[in-house]
Nanobody, 119 residues
């Protein structure tokens, strides 16, 4: 069993900052990718940022220069520092853990956390 639990989120004014955290527990392979996705009503879930166990990072163009994803060394815990937030960043943010068992890719999701950017 794999469990993915997010924390953080909330409401902030435009230009403000928030920090999201995510912890993955259970039978997670040592080599994995953890990341953040977001979704608004009526739209598909989209990648925000992800980080590999080796440290490589990937960001969506719309958050480059504003958001920073990081990972606690040796742990399946990641953080997303969100700066210069815009109203269009309002969404439910989901944490994702994925890894290959040698046969297929396994993907696990958290329950999501709401981020609201509004004046």
């Amino acid at each position: 069993q794999v469990h993915v639990v997010e924390s953080g989120g909330g409401s902030v004014q435009p230009g403000g900052s928030l920090r999201l955290s995510c912890a993955g527990t259970g039978r997670i392979f040592d080599v994995n990718v953890m990341g953040w996705y977001r979704q608004t009503a009526g739209n598909q879930r989209e990648l925000v940022a992800e980080i590999h166990t080796g440290g490589s990072r990937d960001y969506a163009d719309f958050v480059k220069g504003r958001f920073i994803i990081s990972r606690d060394p040796g742990k399946n815990t990641i953080h997303l520092e969100m700066n210069k937030l815009k109203p269009e960043d309002t969404a439910v943010y989901f944490c994702n853990v994925k890894f290959s068992d040698g046969v297929s890719w396994l993907t696990y999701w958290g329950q999501g956390t709401q981020v609201t950017v509004s004046s």
